[in-house]
């Protein structure tokens, strides 16, 4: 028999994630809000902060290298962004994918937003994308039969490999554009 450990999402699994946020965003009432006043750091899972938008892992992946980019002022839709904000997060959606490339080489990605409830939004009135990697073949019984998924990796080694990724991809983008 096979042992599968997934240890850190114990807290997810029984509620204690909900009663304990990390970070800044304990102290927020919206998560993202909150997580972009954060400095950038493995405890709050902050990759990158700018006055425009702040990236992050997501603290409960669907796959390993789940990402998010939101823009730091509370919007609920991408018509109440400015074009500076629009522009600032496409650019950072690419160098994440670019990041992501690099140090999972996924066959492809899924890039989306839930806009509302009826949609799927786990956070209400601050939009975000998620970012999530794939792979041929990632799916197995698992989800469907245990209703459980198993990453292969923790967030802090996760986190560390982004945001060294971003890091270089920044500057190469810094690079490029002189």
Not at 32 to 43: E, H, M, Q, T
Not at 72 to 80: C, G, T, V, Y
Request: aromatic share 8%; hydrophobic share 40%; glycine share 10%.
């Amino acid at each position: 028999m096979e042992r599968l450990w997934a240890g850190w999402r114990m807290a997810y699994v029984t509620g204690e994630a909900s009663k304990k946020p990390r970070g800044s965003a304990a102290r927020h009432p919206c998560l993202f809000c909150g997580l972009s006043r954060a400095k950038p750091g493995v405890r709050n899972l902050v990759l990158a902060r700018t006055p425009g938008v702040v990236v992050m892992l997501n603290l409960y992946p669907y796959n390993v290298g789940h990402v998010m980019v939101a823009p730091i002022r509370h919007r609920a839709s991408l018509a109440r962004l400015t074009p500076e904000e629009t522009l600032e997060m496409g650019e950072w959606l690419a160098r994440v994918e670019e990041a992501l490339k690099r140090v999972y080489r996924p066959h492809g990605f899924n890039f989306g937003m839930n806009l509302g409830r009826p949609a799927g939004a786990g956070v209400l009135g601050h939009l975000h994308w998620h970012v999530v990697p794939r792979w041929n073949g990632d799916t197995n019984f698992m989800p469907v039969t245990a209703g459980a998924k198993v990453l292969p990796e923790n967030l802090d080694r996760t986190y560390r490999r982004m945001a060294d990724a971003l890091a270089l991809n920044g500057a190469r983008s810094r690079t490029r554009r002189r």
